[in-house]
């Protein structure tokens, strides 16, 4: 079956620093979704990929969708302590599956 | 505009005992999805309804029941909660089957002794 693999699963850094985590899948995905959870909190989702190759961003957040559509990066720039949570990328196909996830901590 | 809800927000069961965790969404949405989290792990598919009307099993079933109860509600009921059981539950809907972005109602954070 479809796995999601995600790395790292932690992440610590000094606020201001950039911090990417990385997807990646075992099949080919129609499309990707990222999300973000707060600790004690429930996933919040951020932004969908479709396209080959494609880079979305959002503020700080870029996103983008590897040429095979196997593959999936979300890349902070210069971190804040609002950022602190676990981003999850998740693979629709045949059944939803989230990758484990990347904790991300920054201290100030 | 509540979004999606879920009933209880904590509870402790002790083995072999029954509770059905609820869930509404007042968007309007085709698909619901149950889901549990547990510690430094993502989250697995329990159950799906990808329309009112239908149901499916996703990754982890076992142990598990749903009612698609209507087009707003998603039931999921243990018949016999075990300790493996002990996880955060959510409750998820979104517009379509696999199409467009899951909303996730709070959690209920269920202990089994």
């Known amino acids: 079956g479809q796995q999601v693999m995600q790395i790292p699963q932690y992440q610590h850094v000094q606020e201001g620093e950039d911090f990417t985590t990385y997807c990646n899948s075992s099949?080919?995905?129609?499309?990707i979704q990222w999300y973000k959870q707060r600790p004690g909190g429930h996933p919040v989702f951020l932004i969908q990929?479709?396209?080959?190759?494609e880079v979305k961003k959002q503020k700080r957040l870029t996103f983008q969708f590897g040429e095979a559509k196997k593959n999936s990066s979300l890349h902070i720039t210069a971190t804040q302590t609002t950022d602190v949570g676990t981003y999850f990328c998740?693979?629709?196909?045949?059944?939803?599956?989230f990758g484990e996830g990347t904790q991300l901590t920054v201290n100030p | 505009n509540a979004g999606v809800t879920q009933t209880p927000k904590f509870q402790v069961l002790k083995t072999g005992q029954s509770m059905t965790l609820q869930c509404a969404q007042d968007?309007?949405?085709?698909?619901m999805y149950w889901y549990r989290q547990d510690p430094g792990m993502g989250l697995r598919l329990i159950y799906y309804?990808?329309?009112?009307?239908?149901?499916d099993k996703g990754e982890v079933p076992n142990g598990y029941n749903v009612s698609r109860l209507n087009k707003r509600e998603f039931s999921l009921r243990l018949e016999s909660a075990a300790p493996s059981q002990t996880s955060v539950y959510f409750c998820?809907?979104?517009?379509?089957?696999?199409?467009?972005?899951?909303?996730f109602g709070p959690g209920t954070r269920l202990t089994v002794t």
């Open positions: 998820a809907s979104s517009g379509d089957w696999l199409t467009y972005e899951q909303y």
């Open positions: 099949t080919t995905l129609s499309n």
């Open positions: 990929l479709v396209k080959s190759g």
């Open positions: 998740a693979g629709p196909e045949s059944r939803l599956t």
């Open positions: 968007m309007n949405h085709n698909s």
């Open positions: 309804s990808a329309s009112e009307g239908t149901t």
